[in-house]
Antibody, heavy 118, light 111 residues
Framework: QVQLQESGPGLVKPSQTLSLTCTVS??????????WSWIRQPAGKGLEWIGR???????NYNPSLKSRVTISVDTSKNQFSLKLSSVTAADTAVYYC??????????WGQGTLVTVSS | QSVLTQPPSASGTPGQRVTISCSGS????????VYWYQQLPGTAPKLLIY???QRPSGVPDRFSGSKSGTSASLAISGLRSEDEADYYC????????????FGTGTKVTVL
């Protein structure tokens, strides 16, 4: 059973870059036909898809965030990462990593709260 | 930016049937599968329904999904106290370069 765990700073200053890593255990990140996704949720609000990376390294991003987002994968560490630049308070949210299979997300990390504040 | 519209709340007494709607457009629900997620307080979402009406193993058959045109529905029959949660629909949207979109979310309360 694959498990995912987000990690990274819980506090980021405005205009800086938010960086998070998702560590995958219970299976190789490079095996199988999976996309690895990032999804976020501001407190008390709904879910927003940020983007995804395929095992080959190809990416898809939410057009509303595309200019600020980079998702990458490190197969040697069984991890994939999210970088979101020029953050503002509107980027404060719980960030989830998830494994996508057949256009759904059956496997999620527990989520990590990132607050943007000076 | 939620593109799919859901009612903000729904409620019922134990044993009742509750239905949640999800309204979209031709670029998302109208041309792609719909997925449903259950989110208990303080936890990550859990996949409840995939490909419009399929249940992952372990999901009770009290949960059922359907789709017609540009709308979809999730029904919970035999409502139980542990069903009190937020529910979200999701679908791929073919507009722009493509993206996943979610519903606005529905809070289900068991009275």
């Amino acid at each position: 059973q694959v498990q995912l765990q987000e990690s990274g700073p819980g506090l980021v200053k405005p205009s800086q870059t938010l960086s998070l890593t998702c560590t995958v255990s219970g299976g190789s990140i490079s095996s199988g036909s999976y996309y690895w996704s990032w999804i976020r949720q501001p407190a008390g609000k709904g879910l927003e898809w940020i983007g995804r990376i395929y095992t080959s390294g190809s990416t898809n991003y939410n057009p509303s965030l595309k200019s600020r987002v980079t998702i990458s994968v490190d197969t040697s560490k069984n991890q994939f990462s999210l970088k979101l630049s020029s953050v503002t308070a509107a980027d404060t949210a719980v960030y989830y990593c998830a494994r996508e299979y057949s256009s759904s997300w059956p496997s999620w990390g527990q989520g990590t709260l990132v607050t943007v504040s000076s | 930016q939620s593109v799919l519209t859901q009612p903000p709340s729904a409620s019922g007494t134990p044993g009742q049937r509750v239905t949640i709607s999800c309204s979209g457009s031709s670029s998302n629900i109208g041309s792609n599968y719909v997925y449903w997620y259950q989110q208990l307080p303080g936890t990550a979402p859990k996949l409840l329904i995939y490909r419009n009406n399929q249940r992952p193993s372990g999901v009770p058959d009290r949960f059922s999904g359907s789709k017609s045109g540009t709308s979809a529905s999730l029904a919970i029959s035999g409502l139980r106290s542990e069903d009190e949660a937020d529910y979200y629909c999701a679908a791929w949207d073919d507009s722009l370069s493509g993206l996943y979109v979610f519903g606005t979310g529905t809070k289900v309360t068991v009275l």
